[in-house]
């Protein structure tokens, strides 16, 4: 169990994290939509996650997201790191509806976001754009590679979720124990 506490002027974050859990999750940072999104990431990644997240939501959802990014990022590369006995590259295409997302990650221990979401707008009062910020969040602070790309869609509500669940998906993958694997680098170390 990776527990975790991160206090800025902006936010206050309490997290509990078991890599191999059974997807139970209690998860409340004020901003529903996100909340649904993480609960969905972990249901489909299989990790009991507890979260609470008090921000600075009277100024908007900015920091709550992405300091919720940066906190999770790193309880998963200290549950992930150094990795050994798993299968390192993990991939996923999630639908919802018209929408599929893809989803490729290498948990490389090399920070690389390569995102491509055309979802301007809004999910009920939730700014798509801060899924970016939660994904680079994550994605520089677990380090791993990760590629999500819509290969289509219209609902911004469906593309975000396939892209959450597919990122889930794409990590229960990479993270799958293989003991006959050892180290899966060529260098020998990752």
């Keep these: 169990m990776i527990e975790k506490e991160r206090t800025t002027k902006e936010t206050e974050i309490r997290l509990r994290l078991e890599l191999y859990g059974s997807g139970k999750t209690q ?27 008090k921000g600075d939501l009277h100024i908007d959802d900015h920091h709550t997201v992405e300091d919720v990014g940066i906190v999770l990022g790193q309880a998963l590369g200290e549950a992930i790191y150094p990795v ?4 390192r590259f993990g991939n996923a295409v999630v639908v919802m509806d018209e929408a599929a997302v893809e989803c490729d990650i290498d948990l490389s221990n090399r920070a690389y ?23 680079r969040a994550l994605v520089f602070n677990l380090p791993i590679t990760c590629h999500i790309v819509a290969r289509r869609g219209r609902n911004r509500h469906h593309m ?8 889930a998906v794409a990590l229960r993958r990479a993270t799958a124990p293989n003991e006959r694997i050892g180290i899966p680098s060529t260098k020998g170390v990752l």
Excluded: N, Q, W
Excluded at 28 to 47: P, S
Excluded at 84 to 87: A, L, S
Excluded at 117 to 135: I, N, R
């Design 27 to 53: 998860i409340d940072t004020g901003v529903g939509f996100f909340d649904h999104m993480l609960d969905a990431f972990a249901r489909h990644a299989l990790l009991d996650l507890e979260l609470s997240c």
């Design 84 to 87: 050994r006995g798993m299968e």
């Design 113 to 135: 976001l390569v995102y491509d979401l055309p979802v301007a707008g809004k999910v009920g009062s939730f700014d798509t754009e801060l899924a970016e910020e939660f994904f």
């Design 160 to 167: 975000l979720e396939a892209a959450f669940k597919a990122l």
